[in-house]
């Protein structure tokens, strides 16, 4: 991450309709935000995590991030999330490039076991993603996610390296 990276953090950490995907309930500020970024430069094995923004290179515009959170180097595992922010770049493949990056950094520089991540029964894309990169769905946390409409199931993908 970068400083100028801080106005689009904001904007999309404080963006409710990303709240239920994120596990998020209150919004951030700026000053928090900022420093966040200020220590982003520490070490994973430091902060146990690790935020990557997804550039558009031709574009020359930011479209979304990555991040790898709760890494653990003893057991070799981490969780993955990955947010394409601007639909108009939604299922265009930048996902897809984004996620295969972090997979093999995880398996050849960070030598990590396997990899995780939670999604929401109705985000069918991520479903999809996910188990296009190889990840077995290995759980379901029923009426795990709080909605307008009454409850979701979460589920639980891993993808263990052989």
């Given at each position: 991450?970068?400083?100028?990276?801080?106005?689009?953090?904001?904007?999309?950490?404080?963006?409710?309709?990303?709240?239920?995907?994120?596990?998020?309930?209150?919004?951030?500020?700026?000053?928090?935000?900022?420093?966040?970024?200020?220590?982003?430069?520490?070490?994973?094995?430091?902060?146990?995590?690790?935020?990557?923004?997804?550039?558009?290179?031709?574009?020359?515009?930011?479209?979304?991030t990555i991040d790898i959170f709760?890494?653990?180097?003893?057991?070799?595992?981490?969780?993955?999330?990955?947010?394409?922010?601007?639909?108009?770049?939604?299922?265009?493949?930048?996902?897809?490039?984004?996620?295969?990056?972090?997979?093999?950094?995880?398996?050849?520089?960070?030598?990590?076991?396997?990899?995780?991540?939670?999604?929401?029964?109705?985000?069918?894309?991520?479903?999809?993603?996910?188990?296009?990169?190889?990840?077995?769905?290995?759980?379901t946390k029923k009426d795990w996610?709080?909605?307008?409409?009454?409850?979701?199931?979460?589920?639980?993908?891993?993808?263990?390296?052989?």
């Amino acid at each position: 991450m970068e400083p100028e990276d801080l106005e689009l953090l904001y904007e999309w950490e404080n963006n409710q309709s990303y709240w239920s995907i994120s596990n998020t309930i209150t919004p951030f500020s700026r000053y928090n935000l900022k420093q966040y970024i200020e220590n982003s430069h520490k070490n994973i094995f430091e902060t146990g995590q690790l935020r990557l923004m997804i550039d558009h290179i031709d574009d020359k515009k930011t479209i979304g991030t990555i991040d790898i959170f709760e890494f653990d180097p003893f057991h070799k595992r981490a969780g993955i999330g990955i947010l394409i922010a601007d639909g108009s770049y939604r299922k265009k493949g930048f996902a897809t490039m984004a996620l295969t990056c972090i997979i093999n950094y995880c398996f050849k520089t960070l030598k990590l076991h396997q990899l995780y991540c939670n999604i929401i029964s109705n985000n069918v894309e991520s479903i999809d993603l996910f188990m296009k990169h190889g990840f077995v769905q290995t759980g379901t946390k029923k009426d795990w996610i709080k909605t307008g409409n009454g409850y979701l199931d979460e589920f639980i993908f891993q993808l263990v390296n052989e």
